[in-house]
């Protein structure tokens, strides 16, 4: 599977889940940053381009956000799968003998 198709994949669905929630909770700001990378994500061509959308995830925790504890949960979700697809595509999830 494409690089890019696999990443939107796992987190296209999370992210728009975190901003209903974000919506939900009257969260403006915090929903504009999560909406803008969701749009980074689905616009990526290559792997290139996919890397501003993962950094720009890693940046709500040094931006300050705090979240609800339900965010908060989808937050954490969505970084440990990021995390987790960019072992993935770097190859060092596989299993080594």
Same mark, same amino acid.
Not at 28 to 45: D, E, G, N, Q, V
Not at 71 to 74: E, K, M, N, R, T
């Given at each position: 599977m494409e690089t890019g198709t696999l990443v939107r994949n796992?987190?296209?669905p999370l992210l728009d889940r975190l901003i209903v929630q974000l919506e939900n909770e009257g969260k403006?700001?915090?929903? @504009?940053?999560? !909406? *803008? %990378?969701?749009?980074?994500?689905?616009?990526?061509?290559?792997?290139?381009?996919l890397a501003r959308p993962i950094i720009d995830l890693s940046a709500a925790n040094a931006m300050g956000f705090k979240f609800s504890s339900t965010?908060? @949960?989808?937050v !954490? *979700? %969505?970084l440990s799968k990021s995390q987790s697809l960019i072992r993935q595509i770097?190859?060092?999830d596989q299993?080594?003998?």
């Open positions: 796992e987190l296209g403006w700001t915090y929903r @504009a940053h999560f !909406t *803008r %990378i969701r749009t980074h994500l689905i616009s990526a061509h290559d792997d290139w381009e965010a908060d @949960a989808l !954490t *979700r %969505i770097n190859g060092i299993i080594r003998h």
